[in-house]
């Protein structure tokens, strides 16, 4: 379809198979982490994930809460994980084995693939 093509009810319930089996299908990806030298898995976060990555007013804590909510591989919410890096609260562990700098651009990742780094244009009339 192009920018001109019009969506309609028709064309939203015939694609609900199709989208449906295409979010499932896209619903991991590997990202490559420089300082660990290898791949992690990430899920795109829930809205009620980013519903509360909002609440807080600080950024890193956000980006934290994010990565430590949509890593799926290694397991960042792994109790024995968490206590080897010696961590007081469970998403510390992200601090503890990530870069800063890698920590945003993990969450800045996860976000894209909920969506976010879709394009919508408005279409002259």
Known sequence: MDKTTKITLDTLLARKEQAIEDKRKNSTGELYVQSLDGTITVKPPTRAILSDA???????LADRYLV???????????KKLQDAYGCGEPDEIVDKIFELGEVGK????CINMAGFG???EKVKN
Do not use: F, G, H
């Open 106 to 109: 993990i969450a800045a990742e």
């Open 118 to 120: 879709n394009s919508v």
């Open 54 to 60: 909002r609440e807080t007013d600080n950024d890193s």
């Open 68 to 78: 430590y909510q949509c890593v799926v591989e290694p397991n960042l919410k792994d």
